[in-house]
């Protein structure tokens, strides 16, 4: 496995989840979903993961939360075992869902985001505020009384996440939060993550490098196995890694790769255009 | 064949507190055999005009024409077949044992017999490239697996107008390159599609023409290059890059694609 070693510089505070040889496979199914996987994410972090379709990210995110129970090895969070004790994990590990329809269940936008905290015994006036903080972070305003059947699907995604940050768990883990969003909604709750930065510890899986730029570490999994836990800026200047699990560059960074000019540095379209015209003036 | 929204309102939860008018007067066509790009943000109204291509959302005024006929006068089950819809995530919709038997369940509703059946199930399959998975469960598929085994359910039906919902959405970047491919060959053999994507890189490499939407209104129509080189501040990656060059260098043109702007870039810094 490719190591950040001494390399990177670990950020937060002591383990908050910690998972040892874990292994699972699906039932009827002789293909382990997820190998001998450990890794540690300390508090406060934000840690991406990446890796193909089937390679194990979403198992990964479901054993953390006790949805599934592991067949071999440990997973702790705040030292309790989600499958022992999956009430309390959940206390503290929120989760939201790649399909923002899995987790919508009530019959107004506003209900939904407190349909969580109803079950924390919380004062109602706590309740209220809560709910208008989550729907005002996820620019939701105005849609309190929507029905979620006649919303988009990038805003029922904003819904879900608006119910997750209501609850304002330890632990965030994103099941690609963005995929339904426009460029626009992902950079807004991109934005809003960011501003949580520090206070929560993140594990942020997607499809989309451009979105894990900032992060502390990502982990690359693929086949089930930890291929690599690595920096943001190591994954994307390693042909091979990205290669070989079907990992590539987001646009602006491809058009820079192509150009042979370095990738990590020119993040942006207006990165880009600049270096090009030094580039050329060079010349 | 071609389909037309004349002039289509639709309006959710008429005449309540909570009424929403999601179309504002939509007229667009889908021609013979394109590849068309519904763009626009979250809200805009793009899942609720495709679902007007086969009436699945009937529109409160306005028509939808189907090869010059009002589609409202044509059998709903046979618009539906000609029409083929793939929803966001429709993976959601799989049931069957196997990815054989979940691919044959419409053709064979049709009354289709069970050799044509088979024959349909085994070229649809191959066709997106899952032809091993036919003996699998799709519930022990990956993501990427169960997207493409949900589409060929809709495409045995031999659709000639295929739509599909943010296609993408949740798959590896290598599903969603194999994606566009399949989008490449439907419109080779014939078949329209029309594809709703959030997604405008991936839209500016497949798209012969592009419908932008804003607040339940068609904001523009045109090819690629038309619709995003007018608005470069909401453009592909490669569009924003170009758009921020072409006062320094007016030779670059308008390219859209990753590959044709990369090679006019690359011009640039070997000039």
Known sequence: MKNLGDEGTRRGGSPIVSCENLTYSYPGSSREALADVTFELRSGEYVGVVGPNGGGKSTLVRLLNGLLD?????????????????YLVRLHVGMLFQNPESGLVAPFVEDDVAFGLENLGLRREEMRERVREAIQAVGLEGYERREPHTL????????????????????????EPTSMLDAAGRREILGRLEELRGTRTVLHVSHHLEELLDADR???????????????EHLLSDTDLLEENHLVLPSTLRLAAGLGLAPAKLRTPEDLAEAIKIGSEVR | MRVELENV?????????F??????????????????????????????????????LVPASGRVLVDGVDARTLAKDELRRRVGLVFQFPEAALFAPTVEEDVAFAPRRRGLGEVEVRQRVRETLALLGAGHLAKRSPFALSGGEKRRVAIAGVLAMAPEVLVLDEPTAGLD???REDLLGVVRSLRESGTSVVMVSHDLDEVAEVADRVCLLEGGEVRATGSPEEVFYARPAEAPATVRVVSLLRDSFPGLGRPVRLGETLAALKGLLEA
């Open chain 2, 19 to 56: 009424e929403v008018e999601a179309l504002r007067g939509v007229s667009l066509t889908v021609e013979p055999q394109e590849v068309l790009g519904i763009v626009g943000g979250t809200g805009s109204g793009k899942s609720t005009l495709v679902q007007h291509l086969n009436l699945l």
């Open chain 2, 173 to 175: 970047p290598a599903a």
């Open chain 1, 152 to 175: 988009s699907g990038g805003e029922k995604q904003r819904v879900a996440l608006a119910g997750l940050l209501a609850l304002e768990p330890e632990v965030l883990l994103l099941d």
């Open chain 1, 70 to 86: 592991a067949d071999s090895g440990s997973v702790r969070v705040g030292g309790l075992d989600p499958a022992t004790e999956p």
């Open chain 1, 218 to 232: 990502v982990l690359v999994l693929n086949a089930g196995r930890l291929v690599a836990d690595v920096s943001p």
């Open chain 2, 9 to 17: 309102r639709h309006v959710y939860a008429p005449g309540t507190p």
